[in-house]
């Protein structure tokens, strides 16, 4: 009994020693440390933006054409009696240089044949010229005999009637009279005929005049000359060859430009004009509208010298857009084609070649430059005045290459973000790192 009750009562001063204790821990306890949760900066690169001076440009892909090319079409048939050395394909022949001959003969006896006839005919003019004169002066004499006679019959017939002569002497003045007009008649009538006869010479004259000219022409067609400084393309003929009239002997290409023909959508074409003040109501593709566009056209070449750069002259504008691309056709010229040799830094540029066509307006515009990457369906990532991501909405110019032209939207000095955020969440903190590649691209497009 006694052990039993010990034992409990030491359990219950255990018991209580604890329950003691553990009442002093929680009454001295101190209470825990609050920390405070601190936010994460994302990192991005940026670039900042201010506005400046662009010259608007827009870049196309084309291809090189003669500038000049001619086939030399036979305008008269025979043989060839003489063929140029040069006129083989790929020789280079100067302006006038005669390249062909075709057999004359037949068109020298054609031109001698007109000759003779307006010869002869000319001789028949001058007979008559001589009969004119001479009838004229028949006339004349004829016309006083008839006066005459007329004044001798009427003396007759006075003194018929008072009956101082007999009717012998009045018929006889009567028929001389009468045969005096009839000579009068004759040769008035030879002489009223020959206007129209010379009439009729002078307009064979005329004709035979219009035959020779032709005649001479056809002589001339025989001989064929480079119509302009030329390379030689291809050859259909060769000497002691017969030719017919019409048919295709040779081609020329002209050496002093070729045409670089290249396509620019509408859209381009109101990015080149975005700077213009136009006002001219000249016609989309006549040379006065062409002149206030003041557009600078380089070409580069993709093969050959890699880097070789031609100043290129916009010429023309097609009337119509193309049937599959429904784009504008421009026609840029380029001069001396073939005055560069081959070497590393420089090429000739040959029809055939595909070329770069970079056309640059002289108007100049003001606008934002940003990275094509830093903008998606016209709006931006920029950093707020508490440094946390904002989105912005801008109005374009055009997209060129890598680069975005900005109209409007932003302000000079913002820090747009160029470079994946994650979480992409408005207001997100963001620890800028500026891009010093992307800022110097930047800045070197501007002025």
Sequence with gaps: MIKNFFRILIFLIILGLGVAGF?????????????????????????????????????????????????????VGGSVIMKSENLKEGAVVKKGDILLKIDPVDYELAVSGINTELQITDSQLQEIYTTRKLLKETMAIEKKNLDLAQKDLKRQELLFKKKAVADVSKDRSSRSYYSQKQKYISVKSQYDILPAKIKQLKSKVKGLNVKLKQANRQLERTVITAPFDSVVGLVNIEKDQFIRGGSSMFQLSGIDYVEVYCEISTSDMNILMSGCDFTTSALVWSDKYIENLDIEVTIHQLSGALGNVRIGTLKRIKAELDAQTRNLTMIIEVK?????????????????????????????????????????????????????????????????????????????????IISEVIPEVEGVLINPEPDLNWQKKVTALGE
Excluded at 28 to 50: D, G, H, I, L, W
């Design 336 to 416: 001396d084609p073939y005055k560069k040799g081959f070497c590393k830094k420089e090429s000739p540029i040959f029809p055939g070649d595909l070329v770069k066509v970079k056309f640059k307006s002289l108007k100049k515009i003001q606008a934002f430059v940003l990275p094509r990457i830093s903008v998606v369906e016209k709006r931006v990532k920029v950093i707020s005045d508490e440094g946390r991501m904002a989105f912005r909405k801008v109005e374009m110019f055009y997209n060129s290459g890598e680069f975005s032209i900005v109209q409007s939207g932003l302000k000079s000095g913002e820090q747009v």
């Design 23 to 75: 009442l002093r821990l929680v009454k001295t306890r101190q209470s825990p440390t609050r920390v405070k949760n601190k936010e994460m900066a994302v990192s991005a690169k940026t670039v900042k933006t201010s506005k400046m001076g662009i010259f608007p440009t827009v870049n196309s892909y084309g291809a090189v054409k003669h500038g000049k090319k001619w086939t030399a079409v036979a305008e």
